[in-house]
């Protein structure tokens, strides 16, 4: 069976990002392979419960600055319905596939609202659960997605290594 050139890359991928030498190193990889899919915006992070700060559980921080300062200076992490869909489940998902209604609170929709403000209009969340239980997310977001066939599981593998290797480090 043949890999398709997407297929292929994610192999290159995690070659190169198992071989990184530094968090930096594994930075520059997981941008340049975001970009192929539209991703501009990456947090890798453990997700504390929504009462305590998301900024001292980064483990890499790909937001751009100042949605990151408005993020945390509204305290964004306690409405942010992807981070409360990420505590919910164990399955990889685009932000699109979760929806916001009001069900989910005028918080919830400001905080999706200004992230499409700063071109995070989509993105992908892949929840990680650790041995003991513990939590982390690789959490990426764009403008305009470029998702071709099986780049949902080519970001969810990248992903994984990604966090992997960045924790190691």
Not at 13 to 36: H, I, M, P, Q, S
Not at 122 to 144: A, H, L, R
Request: proline share 7%.
């Amino acid at each position: 069976m043949s890999t398709t050139p997407v297929e292929a890359r994610a192999f290159d991928f995690v070659a190169k990002v198992e071989a990184a030498k530094t968090v930096d190193e594994v930075y520059d990889l997981l941008a340049g392979e975001l970009r192929n899919f539209g991703f501009t915006d990456f947090l890798i992070t453990d997700m504390p419960p929504p009462s305590l700060q998301l900024e001292t559980h980064l483990i890499l921080n790909g937001w751009s600055k100042p949605w990151f300062e408005r993020y945390v200076e509204q305290g964004f992490y306690r409405y942010d319905p992807m981070a409360k869909h990420t505590r919910e489940t164990s399955l990889p998902f685009f932000w699109h596939e979760v929806g916001i209604g009001r069900e989910h609170g005028v918080e919830a929709r400001r905080v999706m609202n200004e992230a499409s403000e700063f071109g995070l209009k989509d993105g992908f969340s892949v929840p990680i659960f650790g041995p003991d239980g513990e939590q982390s997310c690789v959490t990426m977001g764009g403008e305009k997605l470029a998702i071709p066939p099986r780049g949902r599981e080519v970001i969810y593998v990248i992903s994984l290594c990604a966090h992997q290797r960045a924790r190691a480090l």
